[in-house]
């Protein structure tokens, strides 16, 4: 059983930056995809930005390529994602995903594990 743990969220102004990071339980961490999704309110959880276990594919959502950075450190069991130039669209509980083997995926049917989220709220 894996563990995800979030942390990182708060309130930041537009044009503000923040760093999530996500802390992982298991020995076999870097074998996971790992990805990011966000769900503000009313709408569905949405696909944010994927990383595979050895860093070598990422995928980003349009919304916030140029912008938003994941990454990723195995030794450490952690991933993150690095938000800058942050917009009052970007406010949502932002949850990370882990799927063992393979390649991340956008679809959040796709992870088994999942962590509690942290609420990000980008003021205008």
């Known amino acids: 059983q894996v563990q995800l743990v979030e942390s990182g969220g708060g309130l930041v102004q537009a044009g503000g930056s923040l760093r999530l990071s996500c802390a992982a339980s298991g020995q076999t961490f870097s074998t996971y995809a790992m990805g990011w999704f966000r769900q503000a309110p009313g709408k569905e959880r949405a696909f944010v930005a994927g990383i595979s276990g050895s860093s070598g594919t990422i995928y980003y959502a349009d919304s916030v390529k140029g912008r938003f950075t994941i990454s990723r450190d195995n030794a450490k069991r952690t991933v993150y994602l690095q938000m800058n130039s942050l917009k009052p669209e970007d406010t949502a509980v932002y949850y990370c995903?882990?799927?063992?083997?393979?390649?991340?995926?956008?679809?959040?049917?796709?992870?088994?594990?999942w962590g509690q989220g942290t609420q990000v709220t980008v003021s205008s």
């Open positions: 995903a882990g799927r063992v083997y393979g390649q991340p995926r956008t679809t959040p049917s796709e992870y088994a594990y």
